[in-house]
């Protein structure tokens, strides 16, 4: 008997389907990947489940037993417990306070909150994935996006002793974990899959999926395209299943080589806990930057932004110094950034995509400064949406509504709309599936044949190596080395970040253990 059977589950949003009769079974003991583009339906599928959105049609059922699932509550009570991609942690509230978030506090005798209790059961379920790093009474807000995400983890694991815990559904749980803090997490669905509970599994790290799971099935424009045993079934397989077609290559071509003069000139840049850092991007060329976690590969693009401050340094762009005025200087200097976190930092997510695209120029759509022309706004965010293969309802629809990996569009189509002499990209597919990513690597091979210098940190090194002319390395806050890309192996380019004699098989040798 399965543990969960979904049967004929549709929704449509304003007339637009996004589900249609989409079945779905999980066995008991298993890990189930569930897989598909950005705007495939796997995000609706979740929030039907989790009783956050109602379906227009669903049949669910627990054990054979037919179920109403309307509200988080029923979710929970029926042992579904969610992790979801995007952080849903409160800063202000420690982190122990995170963890028992929706759950009852324990209290002493006399009703008031037993502190001390609430502290060790945190710190148990921290220990559930090996973590003693993180002190459960620390704030929220200090803690790095890892870690948070590794509290969020742990908070679906407060009552995994609870024989009432039976499904576990994981939305992108390790998009902002190290390979050692994604291995440890493995361990515990490992567990919970051999004591006879379940996991649905949603992830684009295709790696992650052949290792992890037992089953997979693909989602294709709201449609469930097939179920498949992961023994058996290879990547391409599962790649053309999500997208129709096979894709022949990871990483398109270069359309056209560098040229000699430099877009991008950096002299002796300091700022916080880098530099000095010199060096120079020639117009067309693609630079990648790697490193451990910590060695400063955000920070150069954000001081390059004027996002953090510059102590010392000139930066001169196509001979010029930077505009001053800030991180608006840099925009009009054509500087266009990309930032790691879209939802946090590169998104107005309440407000339409239009205006999100033409967010970081307004100056350029306004009437005597004081009125926007609404036309050309139009004109541009339709044209910049296009180029970024955008899939949307429209303009007017609102960001928080759109997938990840077409939110990120929506990041690209604002970086793309100041026609950028330097595009500053920070982990520009992390969260990204397989088709939205070939999508922004041939958007990148274009702009940069149009003349365009790229600089991209990424902690995907065969991203690095598959699309960068040179990758610059960072330890400690400065430039270690500078390689060639071409013939340049994953292990070759963690041996450099680890430093010289750094030997191949230090621990965390997959490109993941350098995200910072």
């Given amino acids: 008997m399965n543990l969960l059977t979904l049967s004929n589950v549709s929704k449509a949003y304003a007339g637009v389907p996004a589900l249609t009769g989409v079945a779905l079974t999980i066995a008991p003991g298993e890990i189930h990947a569930l897989m598909g583009e950005n ?13 956050v959105v109602a379906p227009d049609e669903a049949e669910i059922a627990i054990d054979g037993r037919a179920v109403t699932i309307d509200d988080p509550e029923a979710a929970f009570a029926h042992g579904l417990r969610f992790i979801h991609q995007e952080l849903n942690t409160v800063p202000t509230l420690s982190v122990a306070e995170n963890i028992f978030l929706g759950r009852s506090y324990p209290r002493r005798i006399g009703g008031l909150i037993d502190w001390r209790r609430l502290a060790a059961m945190a710190r148990e379920a ?4 090996g973590i003693s790093h993180i002190d459960p009474r620390a704030g929220m807000g200090r803690l790095g996006t890892g870690d948070r995400m590794l509290v969020n983890i742990s908070a679906a694991f407060l009552d995994t002793a609870n024989a009432d815990a039976r499904l576990y559904v994981m939305d992108e749980p390790t998009a902002a974990l190290t390979g050692a803090e994604a291995e440890r997490l493995f361990s515990v669905l490992r567990a919970i899959r051999e004591s006879g509970r379940s996991v649905i599994y949603v992830s684009h790290r295709l790696d992650e999926v052949m290792h992890l799971c037992d089953r997979v099935t693909v989602l294709r424009d709201g449609e469930a395209i097939a179920t498949r045993p992961i023994a058996g079934t290879s990547q391409n397989d599962i790649i053309r299943m999500m997208i129709g077609r096979q894709v022949d290559q990871a990483y398109p071509h270069a359309l056209a080589a560098p040229r000699d003069d430099a877009a991008l000139a950096v002299r002796d840049l300091e700022g916080g806990a880098v530099g000095p850092l010199s060096f120079e991007l020639r117009k ?17 693009l954000k001081l390059l932004m ?3 401050k510059v102590h010392r340094g000139t930066i001169l762009i196509d001979g010029k110094a930077e505009l001053p005025g800030g991180l608006a200087g840099a925009w009009r200097s054509r500087l266009a950034y990309v930032p ?16 999100n695209i033409t967010l970081a120029h307004l100056g350029r759509f306004s009437r005597g400064g004081a009125f926007l022309a609404r036309g050309r706004e139009k004109a541009i965010a339709t044209a910049r949406g296009e180029e970024v293969r955008l899939k949307a309802r429209g303009l007017r629809q609102l960001c928080y509504e759109l997938s990840g990996g077409n939110q990120q569009k929506v990041v690209f189509a604002r970086a793309l709309s100041v026609e950028p002499k330097v595009l500053l990209l920070d982990e520009p597919t992390r969260g990204v599936d397989v088709g939205a990513k070939f999508d922004i690597y041939s958007l990148i091979r274009v702009w940069s044949a149009r003349g365009m210098a790229v600089l991209v940190a990424s902690s995907d090194f065969p991203e690095l190596i598959g699309m ?15 390689l060639e890309a071409a013939g340049l192996s994953e292990e070759e380019l963690l041996g450099h970040c680890y430093g010289a004699g750094a030997p191949r098989d230090a621990p965390g040798t997959s490109g993941r253990e350098a995200r910072q």
Avoid: H
């Fill in 39 to 51: 705007g495939a339906g796997k995000s609706t599928l979740i929030k039907i489940l989790a009783g």
């Fill in 284 to 300: 067309g060329e693609i630079v990648g930057i790697a490193g451990l976690a910590g060695a400063g590969q955000s920070d150069v």
């Fill in 126 to 129: 921290l220990g559930r994935l």
């Fill in 306 to 308: 004027r996002a953090e």
């Fill in 340 to 355: 790691r976190e879209r939802r946090s930092e590169g998104l107005v997510l309440t407000r339409p995509i239009a205006e």
């Fill in 468 to 482: 960068c002319d040179r990758i610059m390395v960072m330890r400690a806050g400065k430039i270690a080395t500078v």
